[in-house]
C-alpha cells in the first residue's frame, strides 16, 4: 500500500464515533427540545392555573345582581419574571358580559366545574399562553356563572425551554468529547502490541525469519499467524535459493573449466583436427552445463514447493507412453530398443508437469547409463490401489550396496564412465514423496540391470 493510501485507525473510529453521535444526538436534541417545550409550558401553567383561580377567589355579586371582582394584584405580580413578560386578564360573567380586564383578550370557552384550560394565542401581535376558569358567585338564592381568563408573553418560558435545551447539549458535547478522548487512549494502549510486533520486524536482522513470538491481540492475532507463515515460506525460498546457488556455482565449475579449457586449446591449434576435437569437447561441456543447470532448477522448484499445488487427476499410462515416444529417437541415436508396455487402471492424482519430470528422468538415466545394444522397457500397471510405473533396463545397473547412495544429490553410482549430474534419482524420490508415491530401486531380470518402480495411489 502506498503512503497516500494509508489511513489512520485512530482518525477513522474518531470518524465513525462523531457520525454517529451526530444522528444520535440530532435525535435526542429534537426529543429534548419537545421535553424542555413540556417542561415549561407545564411550571408555568401551575403558575397561571394558581393565578386564574386566585382572581376566581375575589369574584363576588354586589347588591344589584351584578358581579363584581378586586382584582390581587398579588396573583398578577405571580406571573412576572425577570424575562419581562407582560401580564393579561379578563373576567367574563355570564354569557355575553364582560365584567373587567383586556376586553380584546382571547378566552377559552369553558363550564363550571371543569379543569383549568390552556391555550397558546396572539395578543397584539405577541405570543401568549392563555389559562381559562369557569366558576360561579352564589347569590344565596341562586349562583352566577363567570370565566376568569389570565395569560402572559412566552418570554420567560421560551428562555426557560432553550436554558434545558443548551445544558443537555452541552452535556451531550462534554460526553462527546470524554467518549473521543477514550477512544483516543484505548486505541493508542491498544496498537501498543503492533508497534512492539513492528519493531521486532524492524530490528531483526535480514538473515533472521524464525516466527515472531510477540503477544497480541486476538483480533490481529491472525495476521500475526499470516506473516509468521509468510516468513517461514520465505526461509524455505531462500533455502532453496541458496542451495540452487550453492550446487550450481559447485557443479557448473567443472563444464566450464572443460570449455574455456578447450577453447584455449583450439585457439592455439595449427591443426584443424584437433581445433574440431577441441570445439567437439566444448560443445559436450556446453549440454552437459545445460543438463546440470535444468536438473538444478527442477530441484529448486520442489524444494521450493514441496508440495504441489495443481494436482489433477491424470491417465497415467498415457502420459508414460507420450514420453517414451518422445525418447524413441534418442534411444535409437544410441543403439538402444526402448519399449513401452501398459495395463490396468492408471488414472492417480498429480502435477502433470512434475510426473512427466520424474518419467523423463528415469527413462534418461537409463538411456544414458544402459549402454549400446541394451533393451528399456517402460511399463504401467495396477497392483491392487496402487498405479505402478516401471524403467526397467539390462544395462550395468547398480549395485545393491550403492542403490540407497544414489539417492543423494550429486551421488553417482559410478558403474560406467559416462558423466551425470547427481539429481536424476533424487529428482524422482522428491516427486515421488511428493505426492505419496513409493520408489524402490532393484535388479532387472536374470540379475542385470537397474528396475526403478514408483508405485501411485490411485485415484479414488
Avoid: C
Avoid at 407545564?42 to 403558575?47: F, G, H, I, K, T
Avoid at 585457439?267 to 584437433?274: E, F, M, Q, S, Y
Amino acid at each position: 500500500m502506498t503512503p497516500s493510501a494509508a489511513y489512520s485507525l485512530r482518525r477513522r473510529l474518531l470518524a465513525w464515533l462523531l457520525l454517529a453521535t451526530a444522528v444520535i444526538g440530532t435525535a435526542a436534541m429534537i426529543d429534548t427540545w419537545d421535553e424542555a417545550v413540556d417542561t415549561a409550558n407545564e411550571v408555568s401553567d401551575r403558575v397561571l392555573a394558581g393565578s386564574a383561580l386566585a382572581i376566581a377567589e375575589r369574584v363576588i355579586v354586589a347588591e344589584d345582581g351584578s358581579l363584581e371582582v378586586d382584582i390581587p394584584y398579588v396573583a398578577l405580580e405571580m406571573l412576572t419574571s425577570a424575562a419581562q413578560d407582560r401580564v393579561f386578564y379578563r373576567v367574563d360573567g355570564p354569557p355575553g358580559t364582560f365584567i373587567t380586564g383586556y376586553q380584546n383578550l382571547p378566552s377559552i370557552p369553558r363550564r363550571e366545574g371543569q379543569a383549568a384550560a390552556f391555550e397558546n394565542a396572539t395578543f397584539r401581535g405577541e405570543p401568549i399562553r392563555v389559562a381559562a376558569l369557569a366558576r360561579s358567585a352564589s347569590t344565596g338564592i341562586n349562583s352566577v356563572p363567570f370565566i376568569v381568563t389570565v395569560a402572559e408573553t412566552t418570554i420567560a418560558r421560551q428562555h426557560l425551554t432553550r436554558t434545558i435545551l443548551i445544558r443537555s447539549a452541552l452535556r451531550l458535547l462534554f460526553m462527546i468529547a470524554g467518549a473521543a478522548v477514550i477512544v483516543w487512549v484505548a486505541v493508542t494502549l491498544s496498537l501498543r502490541p503492533l508497534y512492539r510486533f513492528s519493531e521486532a520486524i524492524a530490528e531483526r536482522s535480514p538473515d533472521d525469519l524464525h516466527p515472531i513470538s510477540e503477544r497480541v491481540p486476538n483480533e490481529v492475532q491472525g495476521l500475526v499467524d499470516t506473516v509468521n507463515s509468510f516468513m517461514v515460506r520465505l526461509e524455505g525460498a531462500l533455502e532453496a535459493l541458496r542451495h540452487f546457488t550453492g550446487n550450481a556455482s559447485h557443479q557448473l565449475r567443472t563444464p566450464l573449466a572443460i570449455i574455456r579449457t578447450q577453447l584455449a586449446l583450439a585457439g592455439r591449434a595449427t591443426d584443424i583436427g584437433v581445433a574440431r576435437e577441441a570445439t567437439r569437447k566444448a560443445d559436450e561441456a556446453v549440454a552437459d552445463a545445460e543438463r546440470i543447470l535444468a536438473q538444478l532448477l527442477l530441484m529448486a522448484r520442489i524444494d521450493a514447493t514441496k508440495r504441489s499445488t495443481s494436482m489433477q487427476k491424470i491417465d497415467l499410462r498415457a502420459l508414460a507412453q507420450g514420453v517414451t515416444a518422445e525418447h524413441v529417437p534418442f534411444a535409437a541415436e544410441a543403439d538402444i530398443d526402448l519399449g513401452f508396455e501398459g495395463e490396468g487402471d492408471s488414472t492417480v492424482f498429480a502435477e502433470p508437469l512434475l510426473i512427466g519430470e520424474l518419467l523423463k528422468n528415469l527413462i534418461g538415466n537409463a538411456l544414458l547409463y544402459a549402454g549400446a545394444g541394451a533393451e528399456v522397457t517402460v511399463r504401467v500397471n495396477q497392483k491392487g490401489d496402487m498405479a505402478v510405473l516401471e524403467v526397467e533396463d539390462n544395462g550395468p545397473g547398480i549395485p545393491p550396496d550403492k542403490q540407497t547412495q544414489v539417492l543423494k544429490r550429486f551421488e553417482r553410482g559410478g558403474m560406467t564412465e559416462k558423466s551425470g549430474t547427481g539429481l536424476g534419482l533424487p529428482i524422482v524420490e522428491e516427486i515421488a514423496r511428493l505426492h505419496g508415491a513409493a520408489l524402490s530401486l532393484a535388479q532387472g531380470r536374470e540379475g542385470r540391470g537397474l528396475k526403478v518402480q514408483v508405485a501411485i495411489p490411485i485415484a479414488g
